[in-house]
């Protein structure tokens, strides 16, 4: 994903002997590094050494929400405060990421994100040490997700501004399609090896190899080069941000997609918080059951990614993306009510390959329908509501659970998304006309 996407030329000019000869040393290996389509970013030296970097931390953070959630459920035994943790870890991308876009064009963004990284591997190793004597509560462990969903809503802006500073500008469609695959492949790595890791090293041990699994992103951090923006002036954040949303709100079909990204994000996202409940609860499947859930989830999703990447150019991406997220919708309600982990697992696996279907016609819409000026703007909105509503659909269905099944709770969350969707498609022509 991708919050800005400047013109890039073929060989960017840059200030500094040192730094125009490694970039040129660069271009040259991309020149002689000849990829399949599927993964033709990877050809660009910098995006595979940040891709990787990136590949390696994701699986410790995949690991850390295994152990976090199962933590959870030990220390409370109940789905209201998985739903809590889960709020206080995303609530501060509703407030921080609209900010943290601004900042992103504003700062130097390897700086910010050395800053984020080594904020989010600090925590990391605190929670290990609170777990390891025995001494955490419910509540740090809920202070802890703030903090570290904090430094998440402010790196993650900046990642999207970086990303296509390290690619040629025909080769951004198919990174922003690997970044989804790396982070998904990280979803069935970190959940089955955190599973495990639970097993053997106890939930400490699974916080403490994520705060080690940050070393890999921080050092890719300090290899990469890239052209650096140029400074200029800005208008006020009010202002900026007060334009993105006047720009919104005049395109109709941008209008519509973040209105149903919306609509993902509260009533369907959620759903993976409440995965540790099904496991532990209603299919009886311990910690190792749970890393298959995930990595199932996870495996799907790697799928969808490759379909995009390997597609190339999606076409009546209005039609794909309503019938991908009512796929994804129906899926949540079968596995809601699903007592065999057979059928869970596929379950999990075509929840997660429609999701990333849906959220990939979502990203790639938005992408090229932004104009350059407002794209950064425009990709800060986008990021608030997909990652900003989880956590307020997260406590609507923790709440809701302390009244009705959490399995009931979910699934009627799942319904009202998909008649949304139906809903949209049926009296939105700019929907249906997305091409």
């Not at 009546?316 to 949540?332: C, K, M």
């Not at 950064?376 to 659909?393: A, E, H, Q």
Request: some cysteine.
């Amino acid at each position: 994903m991708s919050a800005t996407e400047p013109s890039q030329p073929d060989a960017p000019l840059l200030v500094g002997t040192e730094e125009a000869a490694a970039v040129a040393r660069a271009l040259a290996s991309e020149e002689a590094l000849r990829l399949p389509q599927v993964i033709r970013a990877l050809r660009n030296p910098n995006f595979r050494l940040f891709w990787s970097g990136n590949f390696l931390s994701n699986i410790g953070t995949w690991m850390q929400n295994v152990a976090q959630g199962w933590l959870v459920l030990v220390l409370t035994n109940s789905a209201f405060w998985l739903g809590v943790v889960g709020f206080a870890g995303s609530i501060p991308f509703l407030f921080f990421t609209l900010f943290g876009g601004v900042i992103a064009d504003r700062v130097n963004k390897r700086k910010l994100l050395l800053v984020t990284q080594t904020a989010m591997m600090l925590l990391a190793f605190v929670l290990a040490a609170l777990a390891w004597f025995k001494v955490i509560t419910v509540w740090e462990v809920a202070l802890i997700a703030f903090l570290n969903g904090t430094a998440m809503s402010m790196n993650a802006p900046s990642y999207q501004a970086l990303v296509p500073r390290l690619v040629r500008r025909e080769d951004l469609t198919n990174a922003i399609a690997l970044n989804s695959a790396q982070f998904n492949m990280s979803r069935i790595l970190g959940p089955t090896l955190g599973g495990y890791a639970m097993v053997l090293l106890g939930v400490a041990g699974n916080f403490f190899l994520n705060g080690v699994s940050f070393l890999a992103v921080l050092w890719a951090l300090t290899r990469i080069r890239y052209p650096e923006d140029e400074r200029t002036r800005h208008e006020s954040i009010w202002a900026s941000l007060r334009a993105g949303f006047a720009y919104l709100h005049s395109e109709r079909q941008m209008l519509v997609l973040m209105w149903m990204t919306a609509a993902v994000s509260l009533f369907g996202i959620p759903f993976l918080t409440f995965i540790p409940y099904f496991a532990k609860v209603q299919l009886n499947a311990g910690e190792s059951g749970l890393g298959w859930l995930l990595a199932s989830s996870g495996f799907g999703a790697v799928l969808g990614a490759v379909t995009i990447a390997a597609k190339g150019n999606l076409r009546h991406r209005g039609v794909v993306l309503t019938v991908s997220g009512l796929f994804f919708f129906l899926a949540i309600i079968c596995f809601c009510y699903s007592h065999r982990f057979a059928l869970s697992e596929g379950l999990a696996l075509c929840e997660g390959y429609s999701g990333i279907l849906m959220i990939s016609c979502f990203n790639v819409s938005i992408q090229h329908l932004s104009s350059d000026a407002m794209r950064g703007r425009v990709m800060s909105i986008y990021t608030t509501s997909f990652l900003g509503l989880p956590p307020l659909g997260a406590l609507l269905a923790g709440e809701l659970s302390r009244h009705i099944p959490t399995g009931h709770a979910l699934a009627m969350m799942a319904a009202v998304a998909a008649i949304m969707f139906l809903g949209f498609f049926a009296f939105s022509p700019a929907l249906r006309e997305l091409d």
